[in-house]
């Protein structure tokens, strides 16, 4: 079976995505993604735009971007929404599938 680490992001950060201006997705270190990210070893990443339905056929096309795990890296990154540096996983997005 294949190990699926799921993402749901707004749709700013999946269409920058989609559009290949970014590469890596952010989360803050916490308890709860410490959780569900360290340790694991997943086989793809599943990008959502939003929370969408899912019907009798799967998702409707352009809702989900499929990407091969590569990994994260955890390191302090600069965060200009609150102009401050947070310790965050970097997820990779390099290959798509």
């Given at each position: 079976?294949?190990?699926?680490?799921s993402?749901?992001?707004?749709?700013?950060?999946f269409?920058?995505?989609?559009s290949?201006?970014?590469?890596?997705?952010?989360?803050?270190?916490?308890?709860f993604?410490?959780?569900?990210i360290?340790?694991?070893?997943?086989?793809?990443i599943h990008i959502?735009?939003?929370?969408p339905?899912k019907g009798?056929?799967?998702?409707?096309?352009?809702?989900?971007?499929?990407?091969?795990?590569?990994g994260?890296e955890?390191k302090?990154?600069?965060?200009?929404?609150?102009?401050?540096?947070i310790?965050?996983?970097?997820?990779f997005l390099?290959?798509?599938?």
């Amino acid at each position: 079976m294949i190990k699926v680490l799921s993402l749901n992001l707004t749709y700013r950060w999946f269409d920058l995505i989609k559009s290949d201006k970014k590469k890596v997705e952010y989360r803050v270190v916490s308890d709860f993604w410490k959780i569900r990210i360290e340790d694991k070893d997943f086989d793809e990443i599943h990008i959502f735009r939003g929370y969408p339905k899912k019907g009798l056929n799967g998702y409707a096309s352009g809702v989900i971007q499929k990407f091969k795990w590569n990994g994260y890296e955890k390191k302090i990154v600069n965060y200009p929404v609150l102009e401050q540096e947070i310790n965050c996983y970097c997820i990779f997005l390099t290959e798509r599938i």
